[in-house]
């Protein structure tokens, strides 16, 4: 195959055990009984120079995993699996990057090929299942239940994360509901929205893969298997997004008696203050004849007058049943 590539990471299995091998032994390939994976980056020209030409790799797949076409979807071309799958990416001083990335496969009975452009969560979670917890892959059957795995355990994480975050709001809110901001809750539903716009579409992919006639049988289990995964962590994507929607409607509803009880008793102040504002603009006017004009008890008289059309007021909304005690 002419120069190797450039691999992040390049591991052969041999009977399930991984053997880390360098650039220079990937200019061969591997011996029978021996499955290979790459992690290649796509930003590498020498990568993508080394996709190009190939040639124990189909076509369609090596024009997969070079394009630039980002909708998550499913290929079989000449007994290989290639997909288009989206990950969430990582920074280099953050796991959880918030934004969400494209993981290209081509998946062969002894090759596996995963690509991206930019960091992804999913590859190291791969690595460290191989590297540390000796995690055997022995056919393409196990390659790909351990790339799709690793996506659906990163998001499980996010989303079990997410789920005690909105319990820890809701014993807020019920503990101190006039101090809750419920601006709070519009990263969680932005981040629940994406993770289930990701999952289900992936989840798509894999039905369609199943009615595949061209799938190879010995991948049909572990699509089936995956289909199933995705399907469970959706359900559970949707279930916090249920959760979280009545938490901003509990919260809202909160808000809205707040308002409405403040808007009540400024609505009774201004009731009350009413009748003596009227008393004392009809005193204040500067004309003659006005009573108790010439009296020396004249201001205590219009006092008192303010002060009693309050009182009937008051007597009045009770008579009317519209005060709360």
Known sequence: ???????????????????????????????????????LSLADQINREWIRTADSLPA??????????????????????????????????????????????????????????????????VRRHVER?????????????LAVSAIVENIGGVASAQARQI?????????????????????????????????SGMRNVFKRMEQDADLPALLLPTVEKLAQQLSAIDDEMLSIHSQLRLLREEADLQAAQRTNQNLYVLSILSALLLPA???????????????FAHSGYGTALAALLGV??????????????????
């Open 277 to 291: 504002t009227l008393v004392t603009g009809f005193f204040g006017m500067n004309t003659g004849g006005l009573p």
């Open 1 to 39: 195959m002419g120069l190797g590539p450039t691999a992040i990471w390049a591991i052969d299995f041999e009977d399930g055990i991984p053997v880390p091998c360098g650039d220079s032994d990937l200019t061969v390939m591997p011996q029978a009984g021996t499955f290979r994976w790459l992690h």
């Open 133 to 145: 917890d000796r995690i055997p892959v022995r056919s393409a059957a196990d390659a790909l239940d």
């Open 60 to 125: 369609g797949l090596r024009t997969m995993l070079l394009g630039a076409e980002e909708h998550q979807r499913a290929l079989v071309e000449e007994g290989y699996l290639g997909c288009v799958l989206h990950d969430v990416e990582r920074d280099f001083d953050r796991l959880d990057a918030e934004r969400t990335g494209v993981l290209r496969m081509a998946l062969g009975p002894s090759l596996m090929v995963t690509a991206r452009h930019h960091p992804l969560r999913s590859a190291d979670i």
């Open 308 to 325: 009693a059309s309050s009182g009937g007021v008051y007597a009045m909304l009770r008579a009317m049943g519209l005060h709360r005690s």
């Open 167 to 199: 319990e820890e709001f809701e014993d807020e809110l019920l503990d101190h509901a006039e101090r809750f901001d419920h601006r709070r809750l519009i990263g969680i539903r932005q981040r629940v929205v994406q993770f289930h716009r990701l999952l």
